[in-house]
């Protein structure tokens, strides 16, 4: 599947990304904040786009005008997420390379990646969570309409052995189509 929105192309990852996903996961301000670690090669950054980013519903966030994968986003529908969802609701997941932020790429993506899910998954909630701390993400999800739901504390962040603070919000299909309109 590939989604298209104004600047955006959001498509499987391939593994000719691999260097671009490393430029750009290899900074320390995205991974820890997502709970994942730094990439410390190419070689990473391609075993990622293997074994990770080769499942379904992962999409590649590709600058329409230069062609380059500059982050990512997913979905995990009912039992692949991380918070034990029905097979009707999915969780969200994104990140963005940091010369990036702050242009509104990652609400553009999200907001293909909702009516995807809704209009074509037929999906009845979307999740999303962040970490304590990840400001970036929390606006992005009350900017899409996420609602808080319920915080989690002492989450183990196996990736970086820690124990973390995870806060949960929800969007259903009716909320969401309410601000179709």
Request: aromatic letters at 10%.
């Amino acid at each position: 599947m590939v989604l298209v929105t104004k600047r955006l192309i959001l498509r499987p990852w391939q593994e000719s990304d691999a260097e671009s996903l490393f430029k750009y996961a290899s900074s320390p301000k995205i991974g820890p904040s997502a709970g994942w670690p730094v990439h410390t090669s190419v070689e990473n950054s391609l075993d990622v786009i293997r074994n990770v980013f080769s499942s379904p519903e992962n999409y590649a966030i590709v600058l329409k005008e230069s062609g380059c994968a500059v982050g990512s986003i997913c979905i995990k529908i009912g039992k692949k997420s991380n918070i034990s969802l029905p097979d009707t609701e999915g969780e969200l997941g994104f990140w963005l390379g940091v010369p990036y932020w702050g242009q509104g790429l990652i609400p553009e993506a999200v907001n293909e990646i909702l009516r995807y899910a809704f209009e074509e998954l037929n999906l009845k909630k979307m999740w999303c969570a962040y970490f304590d701390g990840n400001i970036q993400s929390k606006r992005v999800q009350e900017k899409c309409g996420f609602q808080y739901q319920y915080t989690l504390e002492n989450v183990p962040c196996s990736q970086l052995n820690q124990l973390r603070t995870k806060h949960i919000n929800c969007l259903t299909k009716e909320q969401w189509l309410e601000r179709q309109n």
